[in-house]
């Protein structure tokens, strides 16, 4: 949300080449004229099953009705959908939400389609619809074609969309590429094959990845994180500002800004005033609430509120991670076994039917990054393996023996050899009752020269582990930890994927990862490592973090896996 001065703006906006005929601003405080003339909502299936739940995801009939309702706050506008068709898959795939007609590099259809039946009454309702996807790496003008082609019988739709926060967006640190003028104009010209009315959005909260204003594009804003109303009303005047003549619009809404607001006693009638009053240009304008908090700002008894579930996904496992450096962080002085204990049985207690569990750290990565540190006397010699003369940690297990826990004991494996070192740590274990398995962090797996991603951990590697863990139990799990999916290897029977995410641009950035995490690994377990000092500001604004952020969590999760909400030792102090 970068800000220029606003006389640099307009001067910027002088001088834009391929432009929409600019109007004067007198003074620079032309206010009030600003058209709302789009009123309506963002539809996600992962946006409505955050809102309403898995059971409670809104029927046609439903889904018709939360255009009407913002329409009926905005004189003279029109409701308006922003249909998300497309959705990222993995890291370079966008998911279309219909079968393909043709084979698209970097996209995949369903074998149904799924909002056929909205459009069609969104057609009987007069409303406009903009058709948008998460492109990934796939190439925009076939994504366009494809979309409009298919859709084009509905009166309702008015064009195509086009997140550029999901465009090439591998390795952008969660900004996308910077959607060019050629680019756009290409997407433009295949829009308007199919339908010369059409019209095409790009969306980004940053004008900078944006092509410059151009006749036959809508600019949409999705900021959030905002210091103060002020500032959201300055931004987006500056936004209105920078496209002017060419329609704009505001996607808000958002978690992260729920304090301003719902300040209001109808966020999505004032909150949108409030911001209009704020404008100095003369654009078209539409003002769509975001579907992941919809309920709360549309809570009429028409739509129904979610249960709590939002899918069948069950917090199986809840509690803590353990490393000696992590405690030390914390708390000064590493708590003693029954302390620790009690740890893990407080985080237990926030969820309802779960197991405590501890993901166990027995073994760091020493300074050259290529010895793993057994924090125990070694059985026998163990390449690229160090030991120590005392065992620090079979005083901690015989208590969470005793609490009934659940407990998986980590590597930081270094350029020691896998299954060696599952064999060594869950023989020297296997008589504690509480032990479950074996854990990997292949952020520090073979790290030398990664760039702090460590190794990829194949499956042939994999396997290889599975089968040594289960030769010293055949009740034994394996988990695999990273923050990419890419460094793990497939779903496995016997395994857990372990997220260890951190840096989330805001609330629905995490249960969306969080969500497609789920999605990949389904039906096999998945944990969720939270509580990173780097997301605080995210979750200190739950009044119980430990229990209200893992329930944020499993609130938008779209398929049953059993789940591990797990937080870090570095912020436990903070929680409990």
């Given at each position: 949300m970068k800000k220029f001065a606003l006389l640099a703006l307009l001067l910027g906006i002088l001088f834009l080449t391929f432009s929409c005929k600019q109007v004067e601003v007198p003074g620079g405080k032309y206010t009030g004229d600003a058209t709302v003339k789009w009123a309506g909502v963002r539809f996600s299936s992962y946006g409505m099953r955050q809102a309403y739940g898995k059971e409670n995801f809104p029927t046609v009939a439903k889904a018709t009705g939360f255009a009407s309702k913002m329409q009926g706050f905005y004189e003279g506008s029109e409701g308006a959908y922003i249909l998300i068709v497309g959705t990222m898959s993995g890291e370079d795939t966008c998911q279309l939400e219909f079968p393909l007609s043709t084979s698209i590099s970097h996209a995949k259809g369903r074998d149904y389609d799924l909002y056929e039946d909205y459009l069609t009454a969104f057609d009987k309702a007069g409303y406009s619809v903009w058709l948008q996807v998460e492109p990934g790496d796939a190439s925009l003008t076939k994504l366009a074609t494809e979309v409009m082609s298919h859709y084009k019988h509905h009166s309702c739709v008015k064009g195509f969309g086009i997140d550029v926060e999901w465009y090439k967006a591998k390795d952008t640190d969660g900004e996308g590429t910077k959607l060019t003028a050629s680019v756009a104009n290409n997407v433009l010209k295949a829009v308007r094959a199919v339908n010369k009315d059409y019209t095409v959005f790009v969306k980004h909260w940053d004008y900078n990845w944006l092509p410059p204003a151009t006749d036959g594009f809508i600019y949409v804003n999705d900021s959030q994180q905002f210091e103060s109303l002020d500032h959201v009303q300055e931004e987006f005047a500056d936004w209105a500002a920078h496209f002017a003549p060419c329609p704009v619009m505001f996607q808000i809404g958002?978690?992260?800004?729920?304090?301003?607001?719902?300040?209001?006693?109808?966020?999505?009638?004032?909150?949108?005033?409030?911001i209009v009053k704020g404008l100095k240009t003369k654009n078209d304008v539409g003002i769509i609430w975001v579907d992941f908090t919809l309920n709360q700002v549309l809570p009429d008894g028409d739509f129904p509120q979610p249960d709590g579930e939002a899918s069948d996904a069950s917090v199986k496992w809840a509690g803590i991670r353990f490393s000696y450096y992590g405690m030390k962080e914390a708390f000064t002085k590493v708590p003693n076994a029954n302390t620790t204990a009690g740890y893990v049985n407080t985080i237990k207690g926030k969820f309802k039917d779960s197991t405590g569990a501890c993901l166990l750290i027995v073994g760091t990565v020493d300074d050259s990054l290529t010895k793993c540190q057994l924090q125990f006397p070694l059985s026998k010699e163990i390449t690229n393996a160090t030991g120590e003369s005392k065992d620090k940690y079979d005083e901690y297990l015989?208590?969470?023996?005793?609490?009934?826990?659940?407990?998986?004991?980590?590597?930081?494996?270094?350029?020691?050899?896998?299954?060696?070192?599952?064999?060594?740590?869950?023989?020297?274990?296997?008589?504690?009752?509480?032990?479950?398995?074996?854990?990997?962090?292949?952020?520090?797996?073979?790290?030398?020269?990664?760039?702090?991603?460590?190794?990829?951990?194949?499956?042939?590697?994999?396997?290889?582990?599975?089968?040594?863990?289960?030769?010293?139990k055949s009740d034994y799990t394996l988990f695999v930890k990273h923050?990419?999916?890419?460094?793990?290897?497939?779903?496995?029977?016997?395994?857990?994927?372990?997220?260890?995410?951190?840096?989330?641009?805001?609330?629905?950035?995490?249960?969306?990862?969080?969500?497609?995490?789920?999605?990949?690994?389904?039906?096999?377990?998945?944990?969720?490592?939270?509580?990173?000092?780097?997301?605080?500001?995210?979750w200190s604004t739950f009044s119980d973090p430990a229990k209200e952020l893992g329930e944020f969590i499993v609130s938008g999760l779209e398929t049953d896996n059993d789940i591990g909400i797990i937080w870090v030792d570095f912020t436990l102090n903070e929680v409990l």
């Open positions: 958002y978690r992260a800004d729920k304090a301003l607001w719902n300040s209001f006693s109808n966020p999505a009638e004032d909150f949108g005033k409030f015989t208590a969470l023996d005793s609490a009934g826990a659940s407990v998986w004991l980590q590597v930081e494996p270094g350029n020691a050899d896998l299954a060696e070192l599952a064999t060594e740590v869950l023989t020297r274990y296997k008589s504690h009752s509480c032990v479950k398995g074996f854990g990997i962090d292949v952020e520090w797996y073979k790290p030398v020269g990664t760039d702090g991603y460590g190794t990829k951990l194949n499956d042939t590697t994999a396997l290889i582990v599975l089968n040594a863990v289960k030769a010293v923050w990419n999916r890419k460094w793990l290897p497939s779903s496995t029977e016997g395994m857990i994927y372990v997220n260890d995410s951190q840096r989330f641009h805001g609330l629905e950035d995490m249960q969306e990862e969080f969500a497609k995490w789920a999605s990949r690994y389904d039906p096999n377990p998945v944990m969720f490592q939270v509580g990173y000092s780097a997301d605080e500001e995210l």
